[in-house]
């Protein structure tokens, strides 16, 4: 699963609906404790979608916009990092 973080409520919510209408599927999670996020709130997808989502996030301009964010296994241990 990744992780679409943004710093904005509003904004999460606009994206997750585009996502929605444009067939990615997609659901609104709490954002990970470890990404600092204001509205705390973050949107997930599959691995499958991220160059569509990132020709999305590219066609606009979101300034709330913090990053796309996964999880690696490393030393057996889960780690959040942020792929773009």
Same mark, same amino acid.
């Given at each position: 699963?990744?992780?679409?973080?943004?710093?904005?409520?509003?904004?999460?919510?606009?994206?997750?609906?585009? +996502?929605?209408?444009?067939?990615? &599927?997609?659901?609104?999670?709490? @954002?990970?404790?470890?990404? =600092?996020?204001?509205?705390? $709130?973050?949107?997930?997808? +599959?691995?499958?979608?991220?160059? &569509?989502?990132?020709?999305?996030? @590219?066609?606009?301009?979101? =300034?709330?916009?913090?990053? $796309?964010?996964?999880?690696? +296994?490393?030393?057996?241990?889960?780690?959040?990092?942020?792929?773009?």
């Amino acid at each position: 699963m990744y992780y679409l973080i943004f710093k904005s409520r509003t904004h999460t919510l606009n994206f997750f609906r585009l +996502l929605s209408n444009y067939g990615v &599927k997609a659901n609104i999670i709490n @954002a990970p404790a470890s990404v =600092s996020s204001i509205c705390n $709130i973050c949107i997930s997808f +599959l691995p499958q979608d991220f160059e &569509k989502v990132k020709k999305m996030l @590219a066609s606009r301009n979101i =300034s709330t916009f913090i990053g $796309i964010y996964k999880y690696d +296994l490393v030393n057996r241990n889960r780690v959040l990092k942020k792929i773009f």
